[in-house]
Structure formats: C-alpha cells, structure tokens
C-alpha cells in the first residue's frame, strides 16, 4: 500500500520561508511521480508542482515560479518543496499525490497524503 505523509507545515509571515515534506512508502516501482497540490478555504484544488523520480524533471505553476522549488531525495524516498517569498495567497493546506507521471492533472494522481496547513499571515 503507498503511503505518502507530509510534514513542515505552519505559521509564517509574507515574505517568510518553508520547507514541505513528503515521504513515501510502499512504492514498488523504480519510476513515479510526485506532485504538490494545494486547497484554500473555499477554493478548488490548485496543482504547485511536480517532479519525477526518474530524472528529476520538474513543472510549476506560473503562480509559484521563482519562488517555490521543488525536489527529490530518493535514497530516503522523499520529496520536498522549498516555498521562499511566501504570500497571504500561498495561504492553504499542501497534499503531495503520488502518479505515474508528471502532470498538472489530480486526477492522474492515485495516492494522496493527509496535507499540512500552511498559512502566510502578519
């Protein structure tokens, strides 16, 4: 069974930093996809970023670009999404979702994580 757990969330100011982290486990399979997904409060789901386990290729939201970085640690099985310039609209709870390829698209996603909370606030 694939588990994904995240973790690194909490309070910050504009401006501030954060590293999430996703740990995963029950992966069989050398090649997969992991991607950071995000929800606020009345908002639908929002992709941020994704990266293969393969090569590391990456892709992100035009909204997190330059500020957010996305990677991976694969002999600890674990991906990490570095959110520097963070802003009140960053604001939300952070899943990773685990998939066999590296798309934008939830629903090429099959295993997801419980999610942390993230909020930007003064």
């Known amino acids: 069974q694939v588990q994904l757990v995240e973790s690194g969330g909490g309070v910050v100011q504009p401006g501030g930093s954060l590293r999430l982290s996703c740990a995963v486990s029950?992966?069989?399979?050398?090649?997969?996809?992991i991607g950071w997904f995000r929800q606020a409060p009345g908002k639908g789901r929002e992709g941020v970023s994704f990266?293969?386990?393969?090569?590391?290729?990456?892709q992100y939201a035009d909204s997190v670009k330059g500020r957010f970085t996305i990677s991976r640690d694969n002999r600890k099985n674990t991906m990490y999404l570095q959110m520097n310039s963070l802003r009140p609209e960053d604001t939300a709870i952070y899943y990773c979702?685990?998939?066999?390829?590296?798309?934008?698209?939830?629903?090429?996603?099959?295993?997801w994580g419980q999610g942390t909370q993230v909020t930007v606030s003064s």
């Open positions: 029950g992966v069989t399979w050398e090649y997969y996809a």
């Open positions: 979702a685990h998939g066999k390829i590296v798309t934008n698209m939830d629903f090429a996603y099959d295993y």
């Open positions: 990266i293969s386990s393969a090569d590391g290729s990456t």
